[in-house]
């Protein structure tokens, strides 16, 4: 059986996705897991990696699993997560398409960059959010963002260092959400793309946050398309910001989804 | 100088407000702030006592300070930060009057109850939320609410062992507030009332929630208002899930309070 997982973590424990000797990872974890649920041991596949620090609320991984392990695709989640620690959990599994990979079949990502603004820190906030200290204009950040909407070639908003065939990428859409929840006030920033560069989604959240406060000039973010500088933009946003909302490949991979 | 702090917590892992040896606690790691900072011991007065666990958004304290500090009062909270912990924060400071006095000048509090809807554990709300298996009906969980409102006997929605001159108490206002965002559902219960008995919010929390579920009908409530008998009602909710909203006095006690 090719068996798929919905899976969220918080990752503010974790050393990112991949396995690393030494470090808790979601990856290791997960293969752990599987080893003492199931007695196999195997390579996991996930739709990519996360960063150290990162969050998932709808990451998604697969890997082979013999088919008469005793209980039904759909249950292999609860069989996972009574092994797995509480900072990860399985929150769907079936079986999926024998061709089904987890990386390479998938079509579109969201990513959520999230906000609050403060003059001082906020502890009930802090966790899976960064502080910025002044509300910025929504219009201007609305500005940025269509500007970074569509193909384009992105190497300026990719983390120095990197090496990829192709800084080429399609922004399919980017929603700027504010939110007020009774204490607080923050902005979500969902980036909903092909694929991403290293640090991609953290350049374009620091850069669309700029712009929104006037410290960033629009024609700056022109330029860093048109030139692939990336001098000319802010700082990449830390990691606990970012949270992986989901992966989409086409079609339902769990019962119930989309309900 | 009679200091005033309006303050956030995350209660995950502090013993709740209250000096206890060999436990972290928000009077404890403020008094020791206030020392560190202002070389001053004193007994910080809270608005009330938050039990192990219950996080606050805006919690609201006095302590007695020197003139001449060196600092104007609304900067005693980045004082007090640079010595406190990350998971306590003063959001603001101020001078109140002589005879403010954060507990008996205290006119209403809010509390918010936190949970979400979901099969399964998800990583990213156990921190603030309890998860509840399906959601409730919202009309069942309106009609208890209205239930609660007002001037009532609450003693059948308090802790057994608790000894108070009288267990007669104001809920001014129930809120009841849907929320999605994305990738979860949940429901805020905000209780505003002049003053509570213990565990009397998480205890009408999990009454609303059972009404809303179907496992508890509305007779049983008004019963228990009616007899005062603790057995009627369901569990008492975890500490987790609550929150200190606010503390309101009557007047703005912060510089910009209310903008």
């Not at 960063?51 to 082979?64: E, I, K, L, S, Y």
């Not at 070639?153 to 959400?177: P, Q």
């Not at 909903?192 to 006037?214: D, P, S």
């Amino acid at each position: 059986m090719n068996a798929v997982l919905l899976l969220s973590y918080d990752g503010t424990n974790l050393s990112g996705w991949q396995v690393q000797a030494n470090a808790r990872t979601v990856q290791g974890e997960l293969e752990e897991a599987i080893r003492r649920a199931f007695g196999v041991c195997v390579r996991v596949t996930g739709s990519g990696r996360t960063d150290a620090g990162v969050h998932a609320a709808g990451q998604v991984c697969n890997f082979p699993l013999a088919e008469g392990i005793g209980i039904p695709p759909s249950r292999i989640a609860d069989a996972l997560n009574a092994f797995l620690p509480p900072d990860i959990r399985a929150l769907e599994s079936a079986a999926a398409p024998e061709e089904f990979d987890a990386c390479r079949s998938a079509k579109k990502k969201t990513y959520r960059y999230s906000v609050y603004f403060a003059r001082r820190e906020h502890p009930l906030r802090e966790r899976y959010a960064v502080r910025f200290g002044s509300a910025p204009d929504l219009a201007r950040m609305r500005a940025c963002a269509d500007l970074l909407e569509g193909e384009h070639d992105f190497s300026a908003f990719s983390a120095t260092g990197s090496s990829v065939k192709t800084t080429v990428r399609t922004v399919h859409r980017i929603d700027l959400s504010p939110w007020e929840d009774g204490y607080a006030r923050g902005l979500h920033i969902d980036v909903c793309g092909g694929g991403f560069l290293y640090n991609m989604v953290r350049i374009m959240a620091g850069a669309i946050l700029e712009c929104g406060a006037g410290k960033l000039p629009i024609a700056a973010v022109q330029a860093a398309l048109d030139t692939g500088d990336r001098e000319l933009l802010g700082k990449t946003m830390p990691a606990k910001g970012l949270t992986l909302l989901s992966v989409d490949y086409g079609f339902p991979l769990f019962e119930g989804e989309g309900k």
